[in-house]
C-alpha cells in the first residue's frame, strides 16, 4: 500500500509551508506530495497569506526534492487552456527528472471562478474529455511531427506538440463518483482511478464500474491502479486523537466514519479494508500542515505496518 501526502493548501499555507511538508514528506518515506488545485478557501478560516498556484508550487517543489511524486488531485481543467497545461506539465516533469502525475478533472467550485474573474462554462465534462485527448494526443505525438484537433470546444491546427515530459508517460489520474461518465473516461484515459472521501462500500461499487468500463473498451481492468483519498487524523492516544481532530475543526467520530482516524492500529486496520476490496493508494488529506509530528507518527506507526 503506497501512502501519499495530500494538502490543501487553499486553506491557508504558503510556499515555505508547502515545501517544509514536501520534505517531510520525502524524509519520511512516504511515496508523493499531492495538493489541490483551488483558489479560494471553503468553510471557516481566513485562507491567509492567500492562495498559491498548484503548478508553480509543483514547479519549485520539482527542484527542492529529489525522490517523491509530486501532483495534482485535481488540477481544475477550468483553469488553463489544454494546450498550455500540456507545456506546464511536461516542463515540470523535466525540472523534477520524471516524478510528475498529472490529476485532472473538471473544476466544479463557482465561487472561486467568480472571485477570480475565471470563465465557469456549464458544460465542463464535455471540456474534460477534450481536454484529455489534446493533453496526452500531445505528449504521445512524435518529435519532429505534429498534431491538430478539431472538436467542440478546443481546436489545434499543427501544433509542434513540444515540449515532451521527461518521462515516457505521464500517469494520468481522473476520479470522482459519477456513475456512468466517469468510469468511461477513466477506462479511456486514466492511469489510475481515485474515489475522495468515500465509504468502503462505495469505493468498491465505483472501482467496479471502473473495472467494466475497461473491460468495455478492451483494456485490462487491471491496467489501473486505484486508489482512495481520505482524511487522516492519527494520535498515540484518545487525547491526542481529540486534539488533532479539533485542531482541524472536526469531530472525531466523523472522521472515523468518513476517513481515518485513532490509533495507529486502527488506521491500519482501516486501510487494509480498503486494501482489500482493491485500493492500493491512499492519498491522505493533511489538513493541519504545520504539524510535522503527525507525519513522523504516521511514517513510524501507520505505514512501517503496511509494508
Known amino acids: 500500500m503506497d501512502l501519499r501526502i495530500f494538502t490543501e493548501p487553499q486553506q491557508g499555507a504558503s ?8 520534505k517531510a514528506t520525502e524524509d519520511l518515506g512516504f511515496d508523493a506530495f499531492y495538493r ?6 471553503m468553510g471557516s478560516g481566513d485562507g491567509l497569506p492567500g492562495p498559491t498556484d498548484a503548478w508553480i508550487t509543483l514547479a519549485g517543489l520539482a527542484r527542492e526534492t529529489k525522490r517523491i511524486r509530486l501532483g ?24 523534477s527528472g520524471g516524478r510528475v502525475e498529472l490529476g485532472l478533472g473538471a473544476g466544479w467550485f463557482e465561487e472561486e471562478h467568480k ?15 477534450e481536454q484529455l485527448a489534446i493533453i496526452t494526443g ?25 515540449p515532451k515530459p521527461a518521462q515516457d508517460k505521464v500517469p494520468v489520474l481522473i476520479g470522482g463518483h459519477g456513475a456512468v461518465r466517469t468510469p468511461r473516461l477513466a477506462a479511456r484515459y486514466a492511469d489510475e482511478f481515485n474515489i475522495p472521501f468515500a465509504s468502503i462500500e462505495d469505493s468498491e461499487k465505483q472501482f467496479g464500474r471502473v473495472r467494466d468500463a475497461a473491460v468495455a473498451v478492451g483494456r485490462a481492468p487491471d491496467d489501473l491502479v486505484y486508489s482512495n483519498a481520505l482524511v487522516v487524523c492519527v494520535g498515540k492516544n484518545d487525547a491526542e486523537v481529540a486534539r488533532r481532530a479539533s485542531a482541524i475543526g472536526r469531530e472525531v467520530e466523523e472522521i472515523k466514519a468518513n476517513g481515518l482516524a485513532g490509533s495507529p492500529d486502527e488506521v491500519v486496520d482501516k486501510i487494509g479494508r480498503y486494501a482489500a476490496i482493491g485500493s492500493s493508494r491512499i492519498y491522505l488529506q493533511v489538513l493541519d500542515l504545520h504539524d510535522l509530528d503527525h507525519l513522523d507518527l504516521i511514517s513510524s506507526q501507520v505505514q512501517s505496518q503496511l509494508g
Do not use: C, N
Open 36 to 41: 489541490s488545485d483551488h483558489y479560494l478557501r
Open 138 to 162: 500531445l505528449w504521445e505525438t512524435e518529435t519532429g511531427k505534429t498534431f491538430s484537433y478539431d472538436g467542440t470546444y478546443y481546436q489545434l491546427t499543427d501544433s509542434p506538440a513540444l
Open 15 to 22: 510556499y515555505d509551508t508547502l515545501l517544509t511538508v514536501a
Open 115 to 129: 472571485a477570480y474573474g475565471i470563465p465557469f462554462p456549464k458544460e465542463k465534462f464535455g471540456r474534460l474529455e
Open 72 to 95: 495534482t488531485l485535481m488540477t481544475a481543467g477550468t483553469f488553463r487552456l489544454p494546450g498550455v497545461l500540456a507545456i506546464q506539465v511536461a516542463q515540470v516533469d523535466q525540472m
